[in-house]
């Protein structure tokens, strides 16, 4: 594949997209705080997420072909300078970020309104587009340290937003202690594997990074940074056994926030690792540590199996759905651990899948919780007839946690069969088949609970408000959407593997 570097010094406003990017909702921010009292808090945040929105899809559309828009800030040319890099595999993931963050906005105003009190609604949204700042940041840069920087903005800004459930849920507080300690060492190991790296190249930038590593394959300072960074960055990926502070997380923060960051944290984390395992280090050099084959895959089957029994014997919808979440990032890391062109492809594809898939369900569970005061089984009971809507969703997005054909999650599932089995890892194919049979037990439990018990007579539930039902269909018909048509998303994850898979080759002109 060929890859074209263009380097934008016009002042167009197209040429200036890679740069409006971050400074769209990080402008919008602090606006919120000022014209938080005028109630313009919301549609600042809305406003500022959808043009953000447009802009991945403007991006996308220009990398798809395999070019790469190489952005130089101030005018500043790399390594010296801090330059932004769009190609097909970041700019695949900044469309799945800034869609879930529109989505979720519109569901939020109501969710938030029962969840948070009122005083703290401005604050609340500065911190959401400041997480959003920070992950879209993330996501773009093409400076190592800048993806640092901005990880810190968005997760310190995640701490708060998780502490904010502690109005229903006192235990958010710890909960949002717990990964405040939890990525604070991640983030430590990440900048001290950043530090090894410096010390090898005298290098930030990541493509500059590349090539200098590139004969220092032997060098143990190398080695350790690639070292730190893996665990640094497999804690906020939640890698098993990384994963401790994420039930908690998703449990007890607000029903928007769960839906957000399930959808979209974990997965930037995931590119993270993509970029500096693939853009930054090379394939060869995995090949030559054995990293993938004797540590990511193992521990990613048995996330596959462990978290999804741990999930079977829940009494929380949220909680199930929390540790499904560490089951599929499983699903994910065994993707890129066949080292293949079709294997990245199904990971890349099931990080965007999944992504819609948890957005539905949470957004859902956000809904009971609203109306129901509570996501434990027995305060759901009976819930598919007094709330119809939700609870067919619900079914939809369960479904596509299953991998029923017919929905996004069997697409990802099955180019994932189809990659270890063209690797000859027959057993590995039939693993993935045997943990989503487990996943079809805590998805029937809880229809189980909503079409097969009674609902209690004393109860007056009522379907949710159609601001929150509209993004919960929004999500739930794209799970479907993306099951028929999935040329769309696997051409964008394929354009994104070959990418990766290219690595540094030509990136530095």
């Keep these: 594949m060929s890859a074209q570097a263009v380097h934008h010094t016009a002042m167009t406003l197209n040429d200036q997209l890679p740069a409006l990017q971050i400074l769209v909702t990080f402008i919008a921010a602090p606006l919120v705080v000022m014209f938080g009292s005028l109630r313009l808090a919301w549609p600042i945040a809305f406003a500022a997420s959808a043009i953000s929105f447009v802009i991945a899809v403007m991006l996308l559309s220009q990398v798809i072909d395999g070019s790469i828009i190489s952005y130089h800030m101030g005018g500043w040319a790399p390594p010296l300078g801090i330059e932004y ?74 701490y708060v937003l998780i502490a904010q459930g502690a109005n229903r849920d ?4 710890t909960a949002s202690y717990d990964y405040l300690i939890m990525g604070t060492i991640g983030a430590t190991f990440f900048v001290i594997g950043l530090g090894f790296l410096y010390m090898a190249t005298g ?81 060869s050099f995995l090949f030559e540590f054995y ?15 462990l978290s999804s029994f741990v999930a079977i014997f829940q009494t929380d919808f949220k909680r199930m759905l929390a540790y499904s979440s560490i089951a599929q990032i499983g699903y994910i890391l065994l993707g890129i651990s066949l080292l293949t062109e079709t294997g990245l492809t199904a990971a890349i594809v099931h990080l965007f899948n999944h992504g819609i898939t948890k957005a539905a369900l949470f957004m859902a569970v956000g809904a009971y919780v609203l109306r129901a005061k509570g996501s434990f089984y027995d305060e759901i009971e009976g819930l598919g ?7 067919a969703a619900v079914v939809v997005g369960g479904l596509s946690l299953i991998g029923v054909p017919g929905t996004a999650g069997f697409v990802s599932k099955w180019v994932l069969v189809q ?3 063209e690797k000859g890892w027959w057993p590995v194919a039939l693993l993935i088949v045997a943990s989503s049979l487990l996943a079809v037990i805590y998805v029937w439990r809880v229809v189980e609970v909503l079409y097969m018990k ?40 394929q354009a994104a593997a070959l990418s990766l898979l290219v690595g540094s080759a030509g990136m530095m002109n």
């Excluded at 006192?170 to 507080?173: G, K, M, Q, T």
């Design 85 to 158: 890099r769009v190609d097909a595999a970041n700019a695949f993931v900044l469309v799945l970020v800034t869609a879930i963050s529109t989505l979720v906005l519109p569901y939020a105003r109501v969710s938030i309104a029962a969840e948070v009190p009122e005083k703290h609604h401005a604050l609340f949204y500065t911190a959401f587009l400041l997480c959003l700042t920070g992950l879209l940041g993330v996501t773009i840069t093409g400076d190592a340290f800048n993806v640092f920087v901005f990880l810190e903005i968005s997760s310190l800004s995640t």
């Design 170 to 173: 006192r235990r958010a507080l």
């Design 203 to 283: 290098t930030l930038n990541m493509a500059d990074i590349a090539d200098r590593i590139a004969d220092q394959g032997a060098n143990r300072t190398v080695r350790m940074a690639f070292a730190f960074i893996v665990v640094g960055i497999g804690l906020k990926v939640a890698m098993y056994p990384l994963h401790l502070w994420l039930p908690n997380a998703y449990t007890f923060a607000p029903s928007a926030i769960t839906a957000f960051l399930a959808a979209t944290a974990t997965k930037v984390a995931i590119y993270v690792l993509l970029r500096f395992m693939f853009s930054v280090f090379q394939p």
């Design 291 to 305: 990293t993938l084959d004797f540590i990511i895959l193992p521990f990613a089957i048995i996330a596959m199996f």
């Design 385 to 391: 007839r007094r709330m119809p809507w939700t609870s």
């Design 419 to 421: 990659g270890a089995l």
């Design 454 to 493: 009674p609902t209690p007579a004393d109860s007056d539930v009522r379907e949710a408000p159609m601001s929150m039902l509209i993004p919960i269909w929004i999500a739930a018909l794209a799970c479907i959407w993306f099951g028929f048509n999935a040329e769309m998303t696997l051409s964008a994850a």
